[in-house]
């Protein structure tokens, strides 16, 4: 099936630990994005990326790091230096337009979410 | 700035009965305008967006949505809900001619429709 696969579902981290969250996707889609949602704050953007080895800061990018070696790829490295990083972290790609080469009107699609608590 | 209000954090409504999620926007230029649903535990689901073209939107499930540029507003409606409908909505907005490359989201409005 096509589409985006976000592992793991659940993930403990302990204080100091630096933890990895993966992102796939075989939608053969340019751009990937990280969001982070906390209750009653919607989805807050952390890290984008539009093409193989560039991406850029969200809102919200402090503390967090990724790396985009390949187009299937993006995976997020929550760090020590997130003070707060408990909550549900979601995947998401887009296509571009292959006129405009714009994404802005292409419809993004998301992954099933992966939640990370500190213990 | 670009920006999306979502009023009403909780909207109940009887089966069977019509639905509106309220949302507004702020941007410079031409928005383009989406509508996610996510249920618990789960990832975004597409609805419908507006680009261009005709204000009135339909989307998956039964849904539609009215562009109005006068009040920026993009209302999400549904003529009969059901139970099925009770989830978290998500309006969300773009305005690329205000340099903008990524979607601004609400904060969500939980719907919950009774039986």
């Known amino acids: 099936d096509g589409g985006i696969t976000q592992s793991p579902k659940y993930l403990f981290r302990k204080e100091g630990q630096n933890v990895t969250l993966s992102c796939e996707q075989n939608?053969?889609?340019?751009?990937m994005y990280w969001y982070r949602q906390d209750p009653g704050q919607g989805l807050r953007l952390i890290y984008y990326s539009q093409i193989v080895n560039d991406f850029q800061k969200g809102d919200i990018a402090e503390g967090y790091s990724v790396s985009r070696e390949k187009k299937e790829s993006f995976p997020l490295t929550v760090t020590s230096a997130q003070k707060n990083p408990t909550a549900f972290y979601l995947c998401?790609?887009?296509?571009?337009?292959?006129?405009?080469?714009?994404?802005?009107?292409?419809?993004?699609?998301f992954g099933e979410g992966s939640w990370l608590t500190v213990v | 700035a670009q920006s999306v209000a979502q009023p009403e954090d909780q909207v109940n409504v009887a089966e069977g009965n019509p639905l509106t999620v309220k949302c507004t926007y702020s941007?410079?230029?031409?928005?383009?305008l989406f509508w996610y649903v996510q249920y618990p535990n789960r990832g975004l689901q597409f609805l419908l967006k507006?680009?261009?073209?005709?204000?009135l939107v339909k989307g998956s499930y039964g849904f539609e949505a009215e562009f109005n540029k006068s009040q920026t507003s993009f209302h999400l409606k549904k003529p009969s809900a059901l139970v099925s409908d009770s989830a978290l909505y998500f309006c969300?907005?773009?305005?690329?001619?205000?340099?903008?490359?990524?979607?601004?989201f609400g904060k969500g409005t939980m719907l919950l429709v009774s039986p």
């Open positions: 969300a907005v773009i305005a690329p001619t205000s340099g903008y490359s990524t979607l601004t």
């Open positions: 507006y680009i261009t073209g005709d204000n």
């Open positions: 939608l053969n889609h340019d751009a």
């Open positions: 998401a790609s887009s296509d571009r337009d292959r006129v405009s080469s714009t994404y802005s009107g292409n419809t993004i699609y």
């Open positions: 941007v410079s230029g031409n928005p383009y």
